[in-house]
């Protein structure tokens, strides 16, 4: 059995990721709130803000880190605050970093590791109203690449850029029969994505079955960034 910590796992892709790797590992758990946790056995579950929270201190070995925290701040760049943009780094960066840094050691004692972060489609293709969040989630690709590099080969570290997802994180951008079916349209497969589908991508990075991946960016986006059907 193996140990995995997923930050962020009590809704949307965490808590997908968590009911997909709990039957047959142990998975710890990091949020800010133990909803959604009911009928889960192999968990252990830490209340902490990441952001504003000491972490809790585990000893046992990490093979697995997955960090799903993340933001949607659209707005005109005009209305845009340096608050803003500080918010949105600080979430999506900053307690990416201090997780890693804190559990390198648990990482690295697992011989083995794998670490799964979050960006979004809209850093590959420009989108309007995306100015926070992309730079933001810009700086997660970066980080994922410069880590990669320095903890190869022991600890591996790929990136998920996922298109709009239904997760309650999303869920003002589809809270409407119209910006549902706009949603939809805009995406070559015509449909938006599901957490539990993004859950076994994360499962996939995390295992040994993604054991030749590193540094790359995997965009779950129903083809939005590469193709242009007419």
């Excluded at 700086?139 to 590099?149: C, D, K, M, P, Q």
């Excluded at 190869?152 to 869920?171: F, G, K, M, Q, Y």
């Excluded at 779950?220 to 590469?226: F, K, N, V």
């Amino acid at each position: 059995m193996k140990t995995y910590l997923i930050v962020g796992g009590s809704s949307g892709i965490g808590l997908e990721t968590v009911k997909t790797l709990e039957p047959e590992n142990k998975v710890i758990i990091i949020s800010r709130t133990n909803k959604n946790m009911e009928g889960l056995k192999n968990i252990q579950f830490y209340h902490a803000d990441v952001l504003n929270d000491p972490l809790p201190e585990i000893t046992e070995p990490i093979h697995g880190l997955a960090y799903c925290p993340g933001s949607i701040n659209l707005k005109p760049f005009k209305n845009l605050t340096e608050h803003d943009f500080m918010q949105d780094f600080a979430i999506n960066v900053a307690g990416a970093v201090k997780v890693i840094q804190k559990y390198y050691p648990n990482l690295k004692d697992s011989g083995s590791a794998s670490v799964v972060l979050f960006s979004t489609v809209a850093v590959h293709i420009g989108m309007p109203f995306h100015a926070s969040v992309s730079t933001a989630k810009g700086a997660v690709e970066g980080l994922t690449r410069s880590l990669a590099a320095e903890f190869a080969p022991h600890i591996r570290v790929n990136c998920i850029a996922p298109s709009v997802t239904d997760t309650p994180l999303a869920e003002k951008l589809l809270n409407s029969e119209a910006k549902l079916k706009a949603a939809t349209e805009r995406h070559p497969l015509k449909r938006i994505g599901n957490a539990k589908e993004t859950a076994k991508l994360v499962a996939f990075l995390l295992s040994e079955a993604s054991a030749f991946m590193t540094a790359q960016i995997v965009r779950t986006d129903g083809g939005l960034s590469s193709l242009k059907i007419l």
